[in-house]
């Protein structure tokens, strides 16, 4: 097996993990299929110390994403309310899905149009904005487009870098570090904060992600590949991790 | 002369006629997760209108949505789990039927403690940033009175208590006297509910009712966190958190949810649905789950 022969999936999950490089001991939040096999493949490989959960009520300890309650190695009961308790004190890096982002990483989760009477209402404010304005925050969008990336999101549950920033202090606490999707990976790592292209996964033009974007996104004159998983991690993946494939259900390998 | 302890045991029907139109009302649980369905469809049969709903969202919030007894929304999600958006709850919020008052979890986590310790709010720095101050009035900012760790006076919110009339809980064995225990992974926020309402409105059913005696052999010391210093009225209701998940005594019924959220298809669907799982005596709705319909 080579790395060359990773598939798409395989390209978002490594590109998640790295999205939790540095973080050390804290809880580790992925939210998601891809998102969740990637916090297990970082604590595998990596990050050691990260602690994940086990979708529900649990911190465990299986390298294994998806295992039945008896095979579960626990560490530590972690109802609903224990999750603020993790949250608020900055010990957390959560993976959320965002329905709209702008280009400075401002998330919507509640509802499309006007709030008031919306045309489409979705999850709700769910724990955003108190995620957002405690902890590191990464987004997850499996599907990049521009219905996602937009120029103004209609309603921001999640805060980024302009909010932030107009808080001063009392935004101290704000990180967006990364966006990662289907087709690449973005980041914040510019003087005012604006959306920047990190990366394009393999067989991914700059064009494409360009017009699948519905601002302007800053892009650098070279853009790098996304990395290729290494054979251990690709070993880990379809062996340990998911051997069932989860991932490639929800990003499709392009023919 | 000695007292006689009181017993709580109440009928679903005792509860909804404890109840008044207008009622803040808190319901337990989480999403699709050991919700008191039994007294929810009850709600939905009675005459009882303009509720005030405060609920970590599950088919709690839609189905009083569909029956059209909700004036008002206090939440911070509303999702049936294995389907992710409460469809109920979406056609109310889209056809302008119900008002809203969104919130982040957290914020629903301290707006209860507050109101359970008679604190008009608690502080955090949840919601800044957000829409959320855009979005729910009730929010407001406040500079921090005390400076923090680097002699700062920092910019919070202040989260009001969340005042209630009303709490209803499902936990998975009770006394009479209204001592219970969650059995499952989460207590989720049943306890600060029931201590966030007034004396007389705080009500629990159970899949189980047993003596007090027995009560701790169902399970641990620390999964004893309902006391009967929280409950007013019980309710044995096995099968009460159908279609919801009510671990370990059961998982949800996914079929029987599929068919709950295909009922928001339109209004002849809803009419079947509610003829037939709503408008029917709690007895005849277990028969049936019970006979596979």
């Known amino acids: ?255 | 002369m000695t007292g006689t302890a009181a017993d709580k045991l109440i009928s679903v029907e005792e509860v909804v006629a404890r109840l008044r139109p207008g009622m803040t009302i808190a319901i337990g649980g989480w999403a699709s997760r050991r919700k008191p369905m039994a007294v929810v469809r009850a709600i939905a049969r009675s005459d009882l209108h303009d509720l005030t709903v405060v609920t970590h969202g599950g088919p709690d919030l839609g189905l009083l949505c569909a029956a059209g007894k909700v004036r008002r929304a206090i939440y911070a999600f509303a999702s049936l789990d294995t389907i992710p958006l409460e469809p109920h709850f979406r056609a109310a919020r889209q056809a302008g039927a119900i008002e809203d008052e969104p919130l982040d979890e957290g914020l629903v986590h301290l707006g209860l403690q507050a109101a359970a310790w008679r604190v008009p709010f608690l502080p955090t720095r949840v919601g800044l940033g957000s829409d959320l101050l855009r979005d729910n009035p009730r929010l407001t900012t406040f500079t921090s009175p005390v400076p923090d760790a680097d002699g700062e006076h920092e910019l919070l919110v202040a989260m009001p208590a969340i005042r209630l009339d009303a709490a209803i809980c499902h936990l998975n064995v009770a006394d009479r006297r209204g001592n219970a225990m969650f059995l499952g992974p989460d207590l989720y926020w049943d306890d600060l509910m029931l201590q966030a309402a007034p004396t007389g409105c705080r009500f629990i059913s159970a899949e189980k009712v047993v003596d007090t005696a027995e009560l701790a052999g169902h399970g641990c010391l620390h999964q004893m966190r309902i006391s009967r210093m929280m409950v007013d009225g019980v309710v044995h209701a096995p099968g009460g958190a159908h279609p919801t998940s009510c671990e370990p005594d059961y998982p949800r019924d996914e079929a029987a949810q599929r068919a709950y959220a295909d009922a928001a298809a339109s209004p002849e669907a809803w009419a079947a649905y509610r003829a037939e799982w709503v408008d029917v005596p709690e007895e005849e709705y277990q028969r049936k789950v019970r006979e596979g319909r």
């Open chain 1, 1 to 255: 097996m080579t790395a060359t022969s990773a598939t798409r999936a395989e390209v978002c999950v490594v590109a998640l993990a790295e999205c939790f490089r540095g973080d050390g001991e804290i809880l580790a939040n992925p939210i998601g299929t891809i998102p969740v096999i990637a916090g297990r493949l970082a604590r595998a490989t990596f990050e050691p110390d990260l602690c994940v959960t086990d979708g529900e009520a649990a911190l465990v300890d299986n390298d294994a994403a998806f295992v039945a309650p008896e095979d579960r190695v626990l560490e530590y009961w972690n109802p609903y309310r224990s999750m603020f308790d993790w949250v608020w004190s900055g010990r957390r890096h959560v993976v959320m899905g965002a329905s709209q982002l702008d280009r400075y990483g401002n998330q919507n989760l509640a509802a499309i149009g006007d709030y008031a009477r919306p045309t489409v209402q979705l999850l709700g404010y769910r724990g955003a904005p108190g995620n957002t304005i405690n902890d590191t925050t990464t987004y997850w969008v499996p599907r990049h487009s521009t219905r996602v990336f937009v120029e103004r999101v209609d309603t921001v549950t999640g805060v980024g870098w302009d909010r932030a920033a107009a808080l001063g202090r009392a935004g101290r606490f704000v990180d967006v570090r990364r966006v990662v999707t289907d087709l690449a990976v973005l980041d914040f790592e510019t003087p005012d904060k604006r959306m920047r292209l990190r990366s394009v996964h393999p067989g991914v033009t700059v064009d494409e992600v360009v017009a699948a974007t519905g601002f302007e996104l800053v892009v650098p004159d070279e853009v790098p590949t996304s990395r290729l998983p290494t054979a251990e991690e690709l070993r880990l993946l379809r062996e340990v991790i998911d051997p069932e494939g989860a991932r490639e259900r929800e990003v499709p390998t392009p023919a």
